[in-house]
């Protein structure tokens, strides 16, 4: 009976371990009012990259955002991440220039992640930080 | 024995059916943002990414209020799948026009506004820029006054291809972006991007 309980034990683990390698994830996300918060909403991705400098800027009236992540682990990782970027009432602008950027870093290799706001509205972004995702696979 | 394999059985269905209750269903429309399946020619997320690229190059180095670019002739000759010039232009537009210090045209229409003159000095440039030959200032001068614009962003885009063991194949897009005052004549900015994909 103890054999059966094991078994049974060991396949719910990885029927769960399964399901939540499936689940979607936002990875790490780092918002930049009303200060710089870093959100790990992936415990797989917060495992492998860590979040290490926020910078923002402005340049010429538009506002430049600068994120370092650092690959913790000694393996090669591929990433995309996005920024998304917000006006002074916290309302996104819309742009083209908001899509999924792909990375690629080597193990222990530092990642450094740029982008420049699209209008002299933005004041505030949001960036999203994950493992590669194609469209593809929905 | 046959209950035991009977009962673990049960209790993973169950399982998976109780996970299936909070798997939202999928459907067709996907998140444009996103880079969607890659080929060996240039597929939309690539067009998006190069735009974005040059629109930020612009951004950063802050070109004048009421800057006025055209995008010129782009050489896609030195490379092997088609190139939406078309798209590059439109997209840079729509980028630049939400950006709302710098404004953009197409050449035909600045065309159109510098008349036939304008006309026969932009295919003069056209024709020195995709045969390599430098360009004249003079002819950049008289089709900046002609056609009221400050800027001419040129681009020259090449692919380079690769067979490796096994057939995989490896292609290198590269954008070279010169950016010429049409009032001093010479390069505001010079840029190069490029897309490496593995297929």
């Known amino acids: ?138 | 024995m046959k209950i035991g394999y009977v009962m673990i059985a049960g209790v993973l269905l169950a399982c998976l059916a109780f996970t299936g209750c909070f798997t939202p269903p999928s459907q067709g429309y996907v998140p444009p943002e996103e880079m969607g399946t890659m080929t060996v020619g240039l597929d939309d997320h690539d067009y998006d990414l190069a735009v974005r690229d040059i629109a930020r190059k612009m951004f950063e180095k802050g070109l004048p209020k009421g800057y006025v670019v055209v995008l010129g002739p782009v050489d896609t000759r030195e490379c092997p799948y088609d190139v939406r010039v078309r798209q590059l232009q439109k997209s840079l537009q729509v980028v630049l026009n939400d950006e709302g210090t710098l404004k953009f045209m197409a050449a035909i229409d600045v065309m159109g506004a510098g008349g036939d003159a304008g006309t026969e000095i932009y295919r003069l440039i056209e024709y020195n820029w995709l045969n390599q030959n430098p360009i004249d200032t003079e002819d950049l001068q008289k089709f900046g006054k002609l056609a009221k614009i400050n800027g001419i962003l040129f681009g020259r885009v090449s692919a380079l291809e690769r067979r490796k063991p096994g057939n995989p194949r490896e292609i290198t897009y590269r954008f070279v972006w010169e950016l010429a005052n049409t009032e001093t004549g010479i390069v505001d900015l010079s840029h190069e991007y490029k897309i490496r994909k593995n297929l």
């Open chain 1, 1 to 138: 009976m103890n054999k059966y309980i094991f078994l049974l034990g060991v396949m719910l683990v990885g029927v769960v371990l399964t399901t939540g390698c499936r689940s979607p994830s936002a990875g790490v996300t780092v918002e930049s009012y009303p200060h710089n918060k870093i959100s790990v909403n992936s415990k797989m991705f917060g495992g492998w990259m860590t979040v290490t400098e926020v910078a923002a800027a402005k340049k010429n009236d538009l506002l430049q955002a600068q994120i370092a992540a650092q690959n913790t682990t000694t393996r090669d990782c591929q990433f995309e991440y996005r920024f998304r970027w917000l006006d002074k009432n916290g309302m996104e602008v819309s742009t083209p220039m908001s899509m999924w950027v792909q990375v690629s870093v080597s193990a222990k290799e530092k990642a450094l992640m740029r982008g420049i706001a699209p209008s002299k509205d933005v004041e505030d972004f949001d960036f999203i930080v994950r493992f590669l995702r194609t469209s593809a696979r929905w």
